[in-house]
T-cell receptor
Framework: ETGVTQTPRHLVMGMTNKKSLKCEQH?????MYWYKQSAKKPLELMFV???????ENNSVPSRFSPECPNSSHLFLHLHTLQPEDSALYLC???????????????FGPGTRLTVT | AQSVAQPEDQVNVAEGNPLTVKCTYS??????LFWYVQYPNRGLQFLLK??????LVKGSYGFEAEFNKSQTSFHLKKPSALVSDSALYFC???????????FGTGTRLLVSP
């Protein structure tokens, strides 16, 4: 699990705050992902970055803004969130390219976000 | 689109007994299937995958999974359950876009002493 780290592990923020989640991977991967995990709902893919380029954005509200400055780091910038955004936010990484279909994703421990 | 279904929200088994967590899939083309486990307050951990070859795949912590093409299933199994196996288990399939995994809704496994 130390291959992908996430900070902070817990975050409580008001609806008017601005905060950022950070993810770092030490596995030499080229693809990184943000997922949202809410109680009683399937894991939701939010964003995919491959070689630092965003390749997927699953109709995520603009109050979530991802940033991938290099292949090892991924951020999720948060502003004016709603209480229903409270969830566990998971970061993952994997190799990119032709081998991708055969490879698994490696997940970080997640950030538990509570919006008050 | 590719999809997986986990028909059981929860599976209960006594320690020492065999366990099965069910997963069925729907894909166009070759299926690439994965199992993950999530312990409380942790991220998902990879257990095993089926890409091609033998229908019985062995993975971490003594788990294995049987790929059955005719029944479009990929059930997770373990011959003898441990209390420490209690966790949330997710089946996933690689989407046709290749970069994306499509996850099932998860099955909670409870192993009683």
């Amino acid at each position: 699990e130390t291959g992908v780290t996430q900070t902070p592990r817990h975050l409580v923020m008001g609806m008017t705050n601005k905060k950022s989640l950070k993810c770092e991977q030490h596995l030499g991967h080229n693809a990184m992902y943000w997922y949202k995990q809410s109680a009683k709902k399937p894991l939701e893919l939010m964003f995919v970055y491959s070689l630092e380029e965003r390749v997927e954005n699953n109709s995520v509200p603009s109050r979530f803004s991802p940033e991938c400055p290099n292949s090892s780091h991924l951020f999720l910038h948060l502003h004016t969130l709603q209480p229903e955004d409270s969830a566990l936010y998971l970061c993952a990484s994997s190799p990119s390219g032709a081998s991708v279909p055969r490879t698994e994703q490696y997940f970080g421990p997640g950030t538990r976000l509570t919006v008050t | 689109a590719q999809s997986v279904a986990q028909p059981e929200d929860q599976v209960n088994v006594a320690e020492g007994n065999p366990l099965t967590v069910k997963c069925t899939y729907s894909v166009s083309g070759n299926p690439y299937l994965f199992w993950y486990v999530q312990y409380p307050n942790r991220g998902l951990q990879f257990l095993l995958k089926y890409i091609t070859g033998d229908n019985l795949v062995k993975g971490s912590y003594g788990f294995e999974a049987e790929f059955n093409k005719s029944q479009t299933s990929f059930h997770l199994k373990k011959p003898s359950a441990l209390v420490s196996d209690s966790a949330l288990y997710f089946c996933a399939v690689r989407d046709t876009g290749f970069q994306k995994l499509v996850f099932g809704t998860g099955t909670r496994l409870l192993v009683s002493p």
